[in-house]
Each structure stands twice: as C-alpha cells, then as structure tokens.
C-alpha cells in the first residue's frame, strides 16, 4: 500500500485568493501522478496526469508541479472562485501498477 | 459522448444480504477500474480490468467481494454478504488504454450504499 498524504485536509479561503495544496507519496518506483477534482454530488473529475519530474501543468486558474526524486506535487488555484469549492485528490501510481489515493483536500472558498 | 454509467444510484440493504451493481463504460475505453470509497477516506481501488481480465484485485476482499467484465464491455461489482462496513460509495471508472503513465479516468456518478 502507496503511503499518499494530501495536506491541509481542508480549507477555507476568500474569494480571490490564491491557495496551494500539497500531495506526498513515495519517490521510489513512481510512475504517474493523477490529480482529480470531486465536487459534491458530481463525479471526480480529472485534472492532470504528470509523469516527468519537473512537470509542470495548467489548466485555467490552476496548475501543478510535480518533483519525483523527492516524492511531492502541489496544485496551485490562482484567484479562487466559488465553483472552485471541492475535493482535490492526488493519485500516485507505481512501476507495480498500484494506484492510490489520497484523503484529498477540501477547499471551500467564500465569496 | 456518453459517460460512465452506473446502477443503481442508491441501495440499502440489511448486513448478511447480497447486494450487484452495474458499470457501462465508455465505448471503446478498454480498461475498467473499482473504487470504494468510504467516507473520510480517498478511493480505494478494489478491481482493475483490462478488456475482460485482471489486472489487479490485490485490495478486493475476495472472500465476499467478486467482479466481472465477461465481454469486456459493462461489469459487475458483487457484495455476498454485506457487513456494515462496506457501507460506502462504489465507484466505477474507464480509461481508453494501459499505457505508461496512464490515462486520466472518467468516472460514473456512483453507488451510495448503506448497510444496516
């Protein structure tokens, strides 16, 4: 079992602001790296797949980096908005073909 | 494009009882994934197909839990029988292919099930 950890578990920002999250997992035998983003009563939604140390991924206000020699990636919300407002999980995958995720964060922004 | 399908939505069932749910992929996607996702927790990834075999069950209970893609088109996720504990959200979920790296994967709205 992958030993993934996504901090904060939540948080709560104003509109606005710009937040960051933090995702951990082992460096050794990585492979991939999902990011999904869970809105309540809707499906996880996929964000980015990152594979390359030093990745870097953007979509919109958000993006990613990715470091595997030290086993962490962040995703950044640049001016959050109210839709904004989920759950962010990360997904590491092994050379092993084992694929987990984490507790994911849940970021509530206040307009 | 349809997306992943799933039934049924919601199901409450008495402990000890069997319980089925059904994924229809998204057409062409070959590779099929379980999830179990217990509240407070992430997904947990219970099965893994590709096309109509295994690729990994090693966290699928397997001594109540059993799953099956026959076709390599829809499945079928089974609970016989039921403990409190499985009491979570099933989800399903296709990617187009196995490859390195992986494919992002599509994900159907769910299963909630409650076990009393």
């Known amino acids: 079992i992958l030993n993934v950890e996504q901090s904060p578990q939540s948080l709560h920002v104003q509109e606005g602001d710009s937040t960051n999250f933090t995702c951990s997992f082992p460096s050794s035998n990585f492979y991939a790296l999902h990011w999904y983003r869970w809105e309540t009563a809707k499906s996880p939604e996929a964000l980015f797949v990152m594979t390359l140390n030093g990745d870097e991924k953007k979509k919109g206000r958000i993006s990613a980096t990715l470091n595997t020699k030290e086993g962490y990636s962040y995703l950044y919300i640049k001016g959050s908005q109210p839709e904004d407002s989920a759950t962010y999980l990360c997904a590491p995958k092994n050379t092993g073909n084992q694929f987990y995720f984490g507790t994911g964060t849940s970021l509530t922004v206040i307009p | ?116």
Do not use: M
């Open chain 2, 1 to 116: 494009e349809a997306g992943v399908a799933q039934s049924p939505r919601y199901k409450i069932i008495e402990k000890r009882q069997s319980v089925a749910f059904w994924c229809n992929p998204i057409s062409g996607h070959a590779t099929l994934y379980w999830y179990q996702q217990i509240l407070g927790q992430g997904p947990k990834l219970l099965i893994q197909f590709q096309n109509n075999g295994v690729v990994d069950d090693s966290q699928l209970p397997k001594d109540r839990f059993s799953a099956e893609r026959l076709k390599g088109v829809d499945s079928t996720l089974k609970i016989q029988p039921a403990k409190l504990e499985d009491s979570a959200v099933y989800l399903c979920a296709s990617s187009p292919i196995l490859r390195a790296g992986g494919d992002e994967q599509f994900f159907g709205p769910g299963t909630r099930l409650t076990v009393l």
